[in-house]
């Protein structure tokens, strides 16, 4: 069948259910279902709520989004499918009729039917949704090795950076090993420049202001650039965190 056809038919199928009283449909079998206007676009309403009318004896009637509804597709709610370079939603209240058309979408045939809707052949939609790990472990692509050198001439001054300073560092500054204990030390490490104490004495090429003439750096500047920082970053990430015990006190917000 050709798309045209196809379509011709679907439109057909709701005009004649929109306008024949379906002897078949109970008067009670009804709801209202609320859908974002891509979602009506894209033809997948027009395919599937015809389809659940026919098995289910169960009129649908669709309204617009900021009308209450007794169910609706969107943020909230259950995961329903994926389509359109997004995953979609389906929240419904107390309406029996709407929660049968939850049930209808999670079940196999509900969902054959979501996956078996093609537009020219291809399909839009797949019930197989893939939920992507909410924490992902943050990966810096820079090179750790090159990180280590960095931060041992430009961090090192002050900071134990690894084994290669342990002994020539300021005691009262935190380790990097204690400062990769925390839970946002990423955060931390990408806007060292702004924390205190680096901002009088560092400049990042490209990134922030010279030093005002009146205050030039009181140390021996540390100027590098965002792929030193980059490099720095994959080198912390492999840093084995400090077995403190307990929190640093001090360093926790
Ligand atoms: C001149 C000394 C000095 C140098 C050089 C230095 N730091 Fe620091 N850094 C400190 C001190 C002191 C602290 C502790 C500040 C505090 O406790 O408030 C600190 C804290 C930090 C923190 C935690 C900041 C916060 O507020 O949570 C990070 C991250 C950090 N440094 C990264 C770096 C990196 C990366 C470099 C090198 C590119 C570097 N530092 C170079 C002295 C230095």
């Avoid at 676009?41 to 169960?58: A, E, N, V, W």
């Avoid at 961090?155 to 290669?164: A, K, M, N, P």
């Avoid at 005691?171 to 955060?187: E, I, K």
């Amino acid at each position: 069948m050709t798309p045209g056809r196809k379509e011709t038919a679907v439109a057909l199928t709701l005009l004649l259910a929109a306008l024949t009283p379906l002897p078949v449909l109970a008067q009670d079998k009804t709801f209202t279902l609320a859908a974002p206007q891509p979602l009506v676009d894209s033809g997948l309403m027009q395919y599937i709520l015809p389809r659940f009318s026919l098995k289910t004896q169960t009129r649908v009637t669709l309204v617009g989004t900021e009308a209450t509804a007794d169910a609706r597709f969107g943020e909230a709610g259950q995961i329903a499918f994926e389509g359109l370079g997004r995953v979609w939603k389906f929240a419904v209240g107390d309406d029996p009729d709407a929660q049968r058309f939850a049930d209808w979408l999670r079940s196999d045939v509900g969902r054959n039917t979501v996956d078996s809707y093609e537009v020219d052949g291809a399909s839009l939609f797949t019930s197989e949704v893939k939920v992507t790990q909410a924490v992902a472990p943050i990966t810096y692509d820079g090179d750790a090795v090159r990180g280590e050198d960095v931060s041992l001439t430009h961090c090192g001054r002050c900071h134990v950076v690894s084994d290669r300073n342990r002994m020539n560092s300021i005691g009262s500054t935190p380790s990097f090993a204690v400062l990769r204990t925390l839970r946002d030390w990423q955060d931390r490490f990408q806007t060292f420049y702004v924390l205190n104490p680096h901002p009088a004495f560092t400049q990042i090429a490209d990134v922030t202001e010279p030093f005002a003439a009146t205050r030039p750096s009181p140390i021996h500047a540390v100027e590098m650039t965002l792929d030193d920082l980059e490099n720095i970053m994959a080198f912390v990430q492999g840093i084995p965190p400090a077995d403190l015990g307990r929190p640093v006190q001090s360093m926790q917000d």
